[in-house]
């Protein structure tokens, strides 16, 4: 079982920016991947990033590459996705997600409860 819980959400203006972070609670997270995703009004939801154990071992979508980065400390057990350049199509709910292994196929069977983020043209 993991539990997940997503911070740092808001209202920020076209081109700022905004760190999300994502504090997970389970035995042997160090097993498991942690991810960002996002859904927008009447969209589905969309995969951002993701991570795996160690710093360095990451996943991007073609999407967000450039300009969002996700990092895991590993003694904290978070999660976070600094996020530059938003513009009002990254205006969304950001979910962070938890999957068992280093498979990056593989589903993410853990989600945090959501957090708003609005960005304002």
């Known amino acids: 079982q993991v539990q997940l819980a997503e911070s740092g959400g808001g209202l920020v203006q076209t081109g700022g920016s905004l760190k999300l972070s994502c504090a997970a609670s389970?035995?042997?997270?160090?097993?498991?991947?942690l991810a960002w995703f996002r859904q927008a009004l009447g969209k589905e939801r969309e995969f951002l990033a993701a991570t795996f154990r160690a710093r360095g071992v990451t996943q991007y979508a073609d999407s967000v590459k450039g300009r969002f980065t996700i990092s895991r400390d590993n003694i904290k057990n978070t999660v976070d996705l600094q996020m530059n350049s938003l513009q009002p199509e990254d205006t969304a709910v950001y979910y962070c997600?938890?999957?068992?292994?280093?498979?990056?196929?593989?589903?993410?069977?853990?989600w945090g409860q959501g957090i708003q983020v609005t960005v304002s043209s």
């Open positions: 997600a938890a999957g068992f292994g280093s498979n990056w196929g593989a589903d993410y069977s853990y």
């Open positions: 389970a035995r042997n997270l160090y097993n498991y991947r």
